[in-house]
């Protein structure tokens, strides 16, 4: 099979590698999609390496059809899934524990599927799980915009709660608000902490952080849950401990990639549950910004580092003849 390697100049090149051989309690998922996530970037950079035991090359999320599953499973050959990888999803085929496969909501495009596994898990995990949020409380997410801000404000809002988040344009302000934010913070031109002291947070997930996160953490409400998921706006930052410590604030570190499969199953098992069936009838969308082939992995990629996707990138995976070359992806 063929998946993209990484050369070490960071180019992008779709090279012949061992098909995957499955393990006992593995399905083997024929990729029909891909969506991209910002770890990929990081995964390129050399900054993020897959867990011990997935493929070295990118991918968080695909959706395609099954062409092995194990005896037992609740998945036969040729099911239409959905699935959370460590890693691998640039690729033709993947091997994955059946406990991290979903069955694709009636009604959904591969494409649709593919960007739901990753996203959506990431924000049920920290909204709900995390920071156990409450209907009626006031969430606060990062980057609403984003594929993540995307599933977060609607998993909020579908949990009766209120949203404030923060976007980089007007174009982005408007597709949030579409999606049912209350709040909606410019962050190029409003001073986020400013903003907050008007909206009181109860639950906060931040892939940001960064130096404005102490003053942030004085404006919230007092038991406030503060999940930080990364620091794309820098790691340190001031807090003032007395001020912390009176709010009975809890800061809160948390990834998903590096968390067992049994954990990530029984995060998977609690998002089908609770909202498949507001996939299959529109209520919660997996929202595409922008469908391009692998052959385009490179603009793919660029899309995101240019912060212009409003919500979700996904690539195609085609069915590749059998041969031996490598084929640089185009710039």
Known sequence: MHAILIEENKNLVWSQVPDPQPKDGEVVIDIQATALNRADLMQRAGNYPPPPG???????????VTSHAPAGSRFRVGDKVCALLGGGGYAERVAVPADLVLPVPPGLSMEEAAAIPEAFATSYLNLLIEGEMKRD???FVQAGASGLGMAAIQL???FGAKVVTTVGSEEKAEFVRRLGADVVIDRTREDVATILARHPVNVAMDCVAGPDLGRCLQTV???????VIATLGGAPTNLDMGDFFRRGVRLIGSTLRSRANKTKAEILLGLES????DFSTGRVRSILHE?????RAEEAH????????????VLTIPRWSNNSNNHEIPK
């Open 54 to 64: 997935w493929p070295d090359w990118m991918g968080l999320e695909v959706a395609g």
């Open 137 to 139: 409380e006031t969430v």
């Open 156 to 158: 909020a809002k579908e």
């Open 221 to 227: 409400a007092r038991g406030c849950r503060w999940i």
């Open 274 to 277: 609770r909202f498949w069936n």
């Open 291 to 295: 469908i391009l082939p692998v052959t």
């Open 302 to 313: 660029a899309i995101l580092e240019r912060n212009e996707n409003l919500g979700k990138v």
